[in-house]
């Protein structure tokens, strides 16, 4: 297999980790039991009182146990970070045509790869 063809199938791999993790994230929301920090007993999740984080909380504001939405928020953002890693290694050389774009590059991939790695460590 060519260095091309690696390089759109990250790209691929990278859009549909994206759209998986949206999917996810939003099936999350829906599951979520309720409450904010200001709010417990509000009902479900709000958009803008909640934060993503807490979609990954064990038991939620209101107390109830928070299992589907920490369920899905985990495998959301372990294979959106997973995705990222071939993402990043591939994007090097896509971008750099002299040796300072290069050079650069090289540090771009070094931070997102790190940066994969840490999210997936968040899980």
Do not use: H
Request: charged fraction near 10%; glycine fraction near 8%.
């Amino acid at each position: 297999m060519s260095l091309k063809d690696w390089k759109i199938r990250s790209f691929y791999f990278e859009f549909i980790g994206c759209i998986q993790y949206i999917i996810l994230i939003f099936t999350a929301m829906f599951f979520y039991p309720g409450g904010t920090e200001k709010y417990p007993n509000a009902p479900g999740y709000s958009f803008w009182a909640n934060s993503l984080s807490d979609l990954g909380r064990t038991v939620s504001y209101s107390g109830q146990i928070n299992a589907i939405s920490m369920i899905l928020f985990s495998v959301a953002l372990f294979i959106w970070a997973f995705s990222l890693i071939p993402f990043f290694i591939y994007l090097t050389y896509s971008v750099s045509e002299t040796d300072l774009q290069r050079n650069i590059s090289y540090i771009g991939q070094i931070s997102g790869v790190i940066a994969g790695i840490g999210l997936i460590g968040i899980v």
